[in-house]
């Protein structure tokens, strides 16, 4: 069984930065593509980017340029460092690990105040 734990989230003015981890138990990390999506309030849930097993990254149009996401297999860990962020970039992100079982994290609160 696989757990996946966010951390990082708060509350952040327009402009400013915020770096999200997620640390995965189990031994399967290296092995598993690795997302970030998120969702705002009343709104579908939305891919804000991936990272394959060998590293090839997509993001999403609206945050190119802004966000970077990576990975550590060294320590189970994908971040996604968060720049200029915008009011629109407020949600709830998670954390996901793609493969024949997905997981998910249980979220965390990003808000960002104009």
């Known amino acids: 069984q696989v757990q996946l734990m966010e951390s990082g989230g708060g509350l952040v003015q327009a402009g400013g930065s915020l770096r999200l981890s997620c640390a995965a138990s189990?031994?399967?990390?290296?092995?598993?593509?690795l997302a970030w999506y998120r969702q705002a309030p009343g709104s579908q849930r939305e891919l804000v980017a991936d990272?394959?097993?060998?590293?090839?990254?997509n993001y999403a149009d609206s945050v190119k340029d802004r966000f970077t996401i990576s990975r550590d297999n060294a320590k189970n860990t994908v971040y996604l460092q968060m720049n200029s962020l915008k009011p629109e970039d407020t949600g709830v992100y998670y954390c996901?690990?793609?493969?024949?079982?997905?997981?998910w994290g249980q979220g965390t609160q990003v808000t960002v105040s104009s």
């Open positions: 189990g031994s399967v990390f290296s092995l598993r593509a």
């Open positions: 996901n690990m793609r493969g024949f079982t997905e997981y």
């Open positions: 990272i394959t097993t060998g590293g090839r990254i």
